[in-house]
C-alpha cells in the first residue's frame, strides 16, 4: 500500500521539491497508508484530508492515492514554491516540512507536534522512497529507508533545528521586553501627529469647566 502512495506522488508530479515536500507529507499524515483514518473518523487517506473543511470530498476519494494525490497537488506546489531556493539547497529536509505545514495547514509545524526525531525518520523514508526504497506499509513515521541523495543528516539537521529554536527562545523575551517601549513610541507618535487637536480639546474643557464654576457661583 506505501508503494502506491509513493508511485501517485512519483507520477502526479516530476517536481522534485514538490515530490519531496509531498511524500514528507504524506509521510507524516498517514505513514503512506491510503486507508489511514484519523481525527475521530473525520480525517482520511495519505494526506489525511479532512473532509468536514473539504466538503466536496468523499472519504473513498480521499483513500485513493491517484486522486489524493491530484487533490492536494496545487497546495503542495504553492508550498513548495513559497520556500526559498537557498533552503532547498542548505537543508531540503526543512524545507519540505515547511512546505507541507503550508499545504496540509496542522495545528503546528511537523517539528514542534511530532518532535524533530519523528521528521528526520520520515526524511530519511522519503529519501528512500526517492531512490525506489519505499518502507512497508503500516510502518510508523520514521521507521523507513537509509538516508542519500545529498540530505542532511539527522544530526546536522537536529543541529540546526537545535540552533534555530535556540534563537526562537532568545527572541521571545526580547520581545516582551521591546513590546512596552514600542507602545510608548506608537502613544508619542500619536501624540506628536495630533498635538493640536489636543491642545484645542484641553483649552475647550479648560473654559468649559470655568464657565461651570461661573455659573454654579451665580447661582448659589
Do not use: C
Amino acid at each position: 500500500m506505501a508503494d502506491s502512495v509513493v508511485q501517485a506522488i512519483l507520477d502526479a508530479t516530476k517536481d522534485p521539491h514538490v515530490r519531496e515536500s509531498m511524500l514528507l507529507g504524506s509521510r507524516l499524515e498517514s505513514s503512506w497508508n491510503p486507508n489511514a483514518v484519523g481525527d475521530n473518523g473525520s480525517s482520511f487517506g495519505p494526506f489525511q484530508i479532512h473532509l468536514p473543511a473539504h466538503p466536496g470530498v468523499t472519504a473513498a476519494q480521499a483513500q485513493n492515492p491517484a486522486w489524493a494525490t491530484r487533490y492536494m497537488l496545487s497546495a503542495y506546489q504553492r508550498g513548495a514554491a513559497a520556500q526559498p531556493e537557498s533552503l532547498w539547497r542548505s537543508n531540503p529536509e526543512r524545507a519540505a516540512e515547511q512546505a507541507a505545514v503550508a499545504a496540509e495547514a496542522p495545528a503546528q509545524s511537523y517539528y514542534s507536534g511530532r518532535g524533530a526525531e519523528t521528521v528526520h525518520a520520515a526524511w530519511r523514508a522519503t529519501v528512500g522512497a526517492l531512490g525506489g526504497h519505499a518502507p512497508a506499509a503500516g510502518t510508523s513515521p520514521g521507521g523507513g529507508g537509509g538516508g542519500g541523495g545529498g540530505a542532511p543528516s539527522a544530526q546536522n539537521a537536529g543541529l540546526d533545528f537545535g540552533l534555530g529554536g535556540l534563537l526562537s527562545a532568545i527572541a521571545v523575551p526580547f520581545a516582551m521586553i521591546a513590546q512596552p517601549f514600542a507602545e510608548i513610541g506608537t502613544l508619542l507618535t500619536w501624540w506628536w501627529t495630533n498635538r493640536m487637536k489636543v491642545a484645542f480639546i484641553a483649552v475647550g474643557v479648560v473654559f468649559f469647566i470655568i464657565g461651570l464654576v461661573f455659573f454654579a457661583k451665580d447661582n448659589l
